[in-house]
């Protein structure tokens, strides 16, 4: 081994050993991942279908606004 490779691994090591505890087990903060992928999933899929709920409506405005002359 080289002086540098001892060097950084020596500083590596030391490193290591004064390292911080979670404030919580690693487990749990893939479960709060979890619900809140979950929550946001359940919030996506209740706008679903939503066009079709107000298909009158779209219809009205569709048939009011074609051919009005401004070449869209």
Known sequence: ???ITAALTGTVLT???H?????M?????????LIIFAALGIVTASY??????????A?????RHTGDGHGH
């Open 1 to 3: 081994m080289s002086l």
């Open 15 to 17: 490193e290591t050993v």
């Open 19 to 23: 390292a911080r505890e979670l404030p």
């Open 25 to 33: 087990e690693a487990w749990m903060y893939g479960l709060i991942a």
């Open 48 to 57: 679903r279908d939503v066009a079709n709920r107000h298909r009158a409506k």
């Open 59 to 63: 219809e009205a405005y569709a048939a």
